[in-house]
């Protein structure tokens, strides 16, 4: 069974500019989360959707968006990049996630850089 | 909503020791207490959880242990291997999961 597969795997943006970032998730898999990685941070969570409907949300703010295809594959946009958006984005999915949270499978990142 | 304090932050230890690392949480609604362990360079990866009717869990050398009143619970590493350097993070969950900042451990030979 293929894993979930983010594209692209690095970009550099400058500021100002938007990105769209991909995942693809492992077949079955009906929630994908979204988080942010950056050094002494941990793993921030930016949301989740479930069959094409954002469930959860964290504490971002409206420049980043995401959405949910019928097929499950999932992507997120940040609007007019600051330097602070350069990070390692993650994505993960699940069977069910939300309250029945079980084991996440993350991919291996989109990594941004903004200049 | 959920908050989760880890620490230390960084642990170095000898080959064949014990190691330990904390986790506190705010939400006394969260039921699901996962681990994972992420290498360097490599994606997060799931190596145990426990449930909040359950207060402990053991998996070969990776135990965890839940106290749900004073609402916190721990990884313990025993018999250590250079392998099990990596950055582990705790994570809480009610309906979604929170993580912790992560836990740097580098075990020595």
């Known amino acids: 069974k293929a894993g979930v597969t983010q594209t692209p795997r690095y970009l550099i943006k400058t500021r100002g500019q938007q990105v769209t970032l991909s995942c693809s998730p492992i077949s079955g898999h009906r929630s994908v989360s979204w988080y942010q990685q950056t050094p002494g941070q941990g793993l921030q969570f930016l949301f989740e959707y479930f069959s094409e409907t954002q469930r959860n949300k964290g504490n971002f703010p409206g420049r980043f968006s995401g959405r949910q295809f019928s097929n499950s594959r999932s992507e997120m946009n940040v609007s007019t990049l600051e330097l602070g958006d350069s990070a390692l984005y993650l994505c993960a999915s699940s069977l069910e996630g939300g309250h029945k949270t079980g084991e996440l499978f993350f991919g291996e990142g989109s990594r941004l850089t903004v200049l | 909503g959920e908050n989760v304090e880890q620490h230390p932050s960084t642990l170095s230890v000898q080959e064949g020791d014990s190691a330990v690392i904390k986790c506190t949480y705010s939400?006394?609604?969260?039921?699901?207490f996962p681990w994972y362990k992420q290498e360097l360079g490599k994606r997060p990866q799931l190596i145990i959880d426990?449930?909040?009717?359950?207060g402990e869990k053991k998996d070969q050398r990776i135990a965890v242990t839940l106290n749900k009143t004073a609402k916190h619970f721990s990884l313990h590493i025993t018999e250590t291997q250079p392998e099990d350097s990596a950055v582990y993070f705790c994570a809480a969950s009610n309906y979604k999961l929170t993580f912790g900042k992560g836990t740097l451990l580098t075990v020595n030979p």
């Open positions: 426990i449930r909040s009717n359950v």
């Open positions: 939400d006394s609604a969260s039921n699901y």
